[in-house]
């Protein structure tokens, strides 16, 4: 698999990672076999770069990874910290994030974690000097290699990037979302951070396996954060309106090629945007992981391919999304 240098913390890894949120919760019942099954389909698939956080079933997903730490050599993990309190910047102190730290580290078993990023904390949080102050003296103890940020909006972004110790940028980027594009990746290049690409399919939309009649588990943030409920809106479904995303799919399919899904076709999309250091589908099963990893190997899309995203996106989707993340 092709590997890009993930910002600033200086490694390498392969452009393919795994997302592991639907390992621990809000996906749907996900069995530890499954799980671990899921995992180690990716890592013996080619992926180096795995995506997680202390929230994702309050623990179990990094408890998951920590076990596959454990069996392969040559992996990059990422975690994430903030979500388990309440979301007001008081809450984002130095013992806090120590406090985290231990907490991560004693579930993925190690000593120091190669990447944590704060977890979409409040837009208040990126402007506090004490905040970055902090992770500097995490990374210099040694319980951190690197530290970045997992954002909401493009605006977020901007201002983690001229942090001069981010080392990278989590962000919704995908052929529904393409604000990103406009500022936050070139920004991004110039500065040496770099672009994990989050929700890269919109909830499974860019799948292409939905309809009108398709039912989530009432356990599934696709059911229960509909209108933002539970979390920002644009968590789910990239914060498109479930009818808009199929009708968007399906002016998609004709620029498809044959024996190319439509999940392939939508990470390629991400691939093909400078800048982007790794993109982090994730998966419910290997079957699904082999899909998502030959994305990797597809060539890059054609102007004509590109020009069905970018028209679908400015009749269909910028209407409701692009003023507003």
């Known amino acids: ?76 993990v990422a975690t994430k910290m903030g979500r388990r309190v309440e979301q007001v910047p008081a809450n984002y102190t130095a013992a806090n994030f120590r406090a985290w730290n231990d907490r991560s580290r004693a579930n993925l078993g190690v000593d120091t974690i190669d ?10 949080v990126y ?19 690197a530290y970045g940020v997992s954002v909401e909006t493009c605006a977020e972004a901007l201002t983690a990037i001229a942090r001069p ?30 672009i994990i690409a989050r929700v890269p399919l919109a909830s499974g939309l860019l799948s292409g396996k939905y309809d009108e009649n398709t039912v989530f588990g009432a356990d599934d943030h696709r059911t229960y954060n509909r209108q933002g409920e539970a979390f920002d809106v644009g968590e789910t479904f990239s914060g498109v309106d479930f009818s808009t ?8 399919r004709p620029s498809i090629p044959a024996g190319t899904t439509t999940a392939q076709f939508a990470l390629r999309w991400i691939l093909d945007q400078p800048g982007v250091s790794v993109v982090i589908p994730g998966a419910r099963n290997p079957a699904q992981v082999t899909g998502n990893l030959a994305a990797a190997n597809l060539p890059p899309l054609s102007e004509d391919q590109l020009a069905a995203i970018q028209q679908t996106y400015d009749e269909l989707i910028r209407p409701q999304l692009h003023s507003r993340w």
């Open 245 to 252: 995303g199929l009708e968007a799919v399906r002016r998609l």
């Open 1 to 76: 698999m092709e590997k890009r240098t993930l910002g600033r913390t200086g490694r390498e890894v392969g452009v393919v990672g795994l997302g592991a949120w639907q390992l621990g919760a809000d996906w749907g019942e996900v069995g530890e076999d499954d799980a671990l099954g899921v995992l180690r389909a990716a890592v013996e698939g080619g992926v180096t770069f795995i995506d997680t956080a202390d929230v994702y079933g309050d623990g179990r997903s990094e408890q998951l990874v920590g076990r596959i730490l454990r069996e392969y050599d040559g992996l990059t």
């Open 165 to 194: 110790q981010v080392a990278s940028v989590q962000i919704i980027l995908n052929a529904f979302r393409l604000k990103p594009l406009d500022q936050v990746l070139p920004a991004a290049r110039e500065a040496g951070v770099g």
């Open 115 to 124: 990447l944590v990023q704060l977890h979409c904390p409040p837009t208040p």
């Open 127 to 145: 402007s506090a000097d004490e905040v970055f102050d902090a992770l500097d003296a995490m990374v210099d103890e040694g319980r951190i290699a």
